[in-house]
């Protein structure tokens, strides 16, 4: 299938953009512009072409839309959009060209630092367009050598020639000579004989050293020929490969879902307790949890660690951490930043208490625990995602009441401790599960105000503040939770709308652009964690 291609990104351009020429899907700025007829919502036409394979409707307005009535805008916005200074897309690799957008594919295509492979064979290194030549003759470790010997052997062989030319020459003397000497002693005869077979001798031994030394020069080019050969270049691939599910509603159990081969396998060793309304991280190759409800003690406050790699042992243990909440938590939200867990919300021991607060906890000793601000309300249920230095408060409810829930989406900024109040989501949502893609932040599933339990997937744009709507899921879920591997977002358990709780697993692809059901969980899955390593 086709790559999906979407807008230019803003960064490129040496101007600020005017956001009114943004797409309203990838929000880049407009590739191939086009708008629906009735409101005039401006899409690149890839991205609204995508999104009219799933939906006939527009994303903006969900006015109806098909790909005949798409409408051409008006030349000014094509005007504009054409005279805007653009890198080239090269600059990484050296150019530092900027011309009118308009004039981009023209410069692009005949760009000295376009990436080009060098054809020598067993290479295959890239190189800009301009130094592939002087590669290809001058650098490459695999271009034909030259033989340094070269000029000995020529030399060689020129006295070899010259040599047999001079034989050539006193052959014909000594046969004038020798008819002329049938009647001299045979004495004389003989010792002129000695010196030509002398002559001849010499003749063979010079050749024979000549071509011992063409040999030796031959053996030496193919050794390092074979040398070459032997050389191997290795391309690492660092994709996440493992995903590992840990705890739930009264649940210990840990198993693991390899993406290549989409099976499930049990880990040997369960949790200490069963636990649920807790959070996981991944920290020094360690899966971490925090917090939550566990059978029998209630609430707590400590975090237990398990070793985790690419390669994982199935027999892994499970071991307490010293790091601990700042309370004993459940229903709250965490996200690591450098050494530090930024803990946000959640729920304080009863049920009728929620906290409003954003806590700092160091993971490296003394483990100090550190109060840096409060939300505008308290939240449990609720998600938070790192951006640069900033955190994205996302949606939740300020009590234990499905009607107190929220659609509200703050930022905090950790260095300036300031607080920004962004646009809403477009519907009020708690119990969902969100994962960060490049500057938007993915708000799946969920239940709303009215206690409705959600498949819908909002794709909110951190930088516009807009948001617009992905393909729904194939199910409904809340208390689910999500993880990224390569270019997929993999959703996991949760409850329904019958309240049952699921062992389904679905993967939305964001070149195909739809959801594609994955091998079920062994056990059901609802408020458990997750983490992709």
């Known amino acids: 299938m086709a790559a999906y291609t979407q807008g230019y990104d803003e960064a490129r351009f040496a101007i600020t953009v005017n956001q009114n020429f943004l797409c309203l899907i990838c929000f880049n700025v407009l590739k191939e512009p086009v708008m629906c007829s009735k409101n005039q919502h401006c899409f690149c036409r890839a991205c609204i072409t995508k999104h009219l394979k799933n939906s006939q409707r527009c994303p903006t307005c969900a006015d109806e839309l098909t790909v005949e009535t798409l409408a051409e805008p008006q030349r000014m916005v094509k005007d504009y959009l054409n005279e805007l200074p653009i890198h080239c897309v090269h600059i990484n690799r050296g150019c530092q060209e900027i011309v009118q957008l308009q004039n981009l594919d023209r410069h692009e295509a005949t760009c000295g630092f376009t990436p080009a492979v060098c054809t020598n064979q067993g290479c295959g290194a890239t190189v800009n367009k301009r130094d592939l030549i002087h590669h290809e003759s001058e650098q490459c470790e695999f271009r034909k050598l030259k033989c340094h010997s070269c000029g000995e052997m020529a030399k060689t062989l020129a006295n070899v020639e010259k040599r047999v030319a001079h034989l050539e020459t006193n052959m014909v003397s000594i046969e004038t000579k020798m008819g002329n000497l049938e009647t001299n002693i045979k004495t004389d005869i003989e010792e002129k004989l000695g010196a030509v077979n002398n002559d001849v001798r010499g003749l063979k031994t010079a050749l024979i050293e000549g071509f011992d030394q063409m040999k030796d020069v031959l053996v030496k080019m193919e050794d390092t020929i074979k040398e070459n050969t032997r050389k191997v270049r290795n391309a690492a691939s660092g994709d996440k490969e493992n995903i590992f599910v840990a705890g739930g509603f009264e649940t210990d159990s840990v198993e693991i879902f390899n993406w290549s081969q989409k099976s499930w396998a049990p880990l040997h060793e369960s949790m200490p307790e069963k636990r649920w309304g807790a959070t996981s991280f991944l920290y020094n190759n360690h899966m971490m949890i925090a ?47 450098n050494n530090q867990l930024m803990v946000t919300g959640g729920c304080i021991e009863s049920l009728d208490q929620t906290s409003d607060g954003i806590h700092e ?101 951190v930088k516009s503040e807009q948001s617009h709507m992905l393909p729904p899921m194939r199910c409904k879920r809340w208390g689910c939770t999500a993880v990224v591997i390569g270019n997929n977002i993999v959703v ?15 993967a939305f692809n964001f070149e195909s652009y739809h959801w594609e059901e994955l091998p079920e969980m062994s056990k059901e899955g609802w408020l458990h964690t997750a983490v992709a390593v």
């Open 291 to 337: 917090g939550g409800y566990c059978r029998g003690p209630g609430y707590v406050d400590n975090m237990i660690r398990m070793n985790v790699d690419p390669n994982p042992d199935l027999s892994t243990h499970w071991s307490d951490c010293p790091v601990k909440l700042p309370m004993k938590l459940a229903y709250h939200s965490n996200v690591l930043y």
């Open 361 to 461: 906890v160091q993971l490296v000793p003394p483990y100090t625990v550190k109060t840096l601000s409060r939300m505008p309300e308290p939240r449990q249920g609720h998600c938070t995602e790192i951006c640069a230095d900033n955190l994205l408060i996302i949606g939740g409810r300020t009590t234990k009441r499905s009607q107190d829930c929220l659609s509200s989406v703050v930022l905090y900024d950790i260095k300036k401790n300031e607080y920004k109040q962004l646009a809403p989501l477009p519907y009020e949502v708690n119990y969902m599960a969100t994962v960060r893609w490049g500057d938007n932040i993915v708000v799946i599933g969920g239940m709303d105000k009215d206690g409705n339990v959600l498949d819908t997937v909002i794709m909110y744009n």
């Open 492 to 506: 996991l358990g949760g409850k329904d709308e019958q309240r049952r709780q699921l062992k389904s697993v679905e």
